[in-house]
């Protein structure tokens, strides 16, 4: 597995700008495909965004697409999500994920083998 470590979450009025980031250390980061999951108060954890192990594939959920980007610099170990346009309604816990080695991007939570501890995210009206 992968020790994976979000920042980057905090409280943010609408229409508003944060970006997460997502620091891997342990099994070899580049070859991992990685993805951003978020649980709503009250909801069930969803898929938001993953991207392949060469950063050259991405996926998003419909309701974040346009909005969110992500990224990764496996120099540094390190995956982003830039998050634009904030709604209430992203108003969630974030989570970073990664797959066992060589697999491809995903949308699917069991997919992934490693989890980080998650940020929080809160958008104001």
């Known amino acids: 597995q992968v020790q994976l470590v979000e920042s980057g979450g905090g409280l943010v009025q609408a229409g508003g700008s944060l970006r997460l980031s997502c620091a891997a250390s342990?099994?070899?980061?580049?070859?991992?495909?990685m993805g951003w999951f978020r649980r709503a108060p009250g909801k069930e954890r969803e898929f938001v965004a993953s991207?392949?192990?060469?950063?050259?594939?991405?996926d998003y959920a419909d309701s974040v697409k346009g909005r969110f980007t992500i990224s990764r610099d496996n120099a540094k170990n390190t995956v982003y999500l830039q998050m634009n346009t904030l709604k209430p309604e992203d108003t969630a816990v974030y989570y970073c994920?990664?797959?066992?080695?060589?697999?491809?991007?995903?949308?699917?939570?069991?997919?992934?083998?490693?989890w980080g501890q998650g940020t929080q995210v809160t958008v104001s009206s």
């Open positions: 342990g099994r070899t980061f580049s070859r991992s495909a």
């Open positions: 994920a990664a797959t066992p080695r060589y697999y491809s991007e995903s949308r699917y939570e069991p997919d992934f083998d490693s």
């Open positions: 991207i392949s192990w060469s950063g050259g594939i991405t």
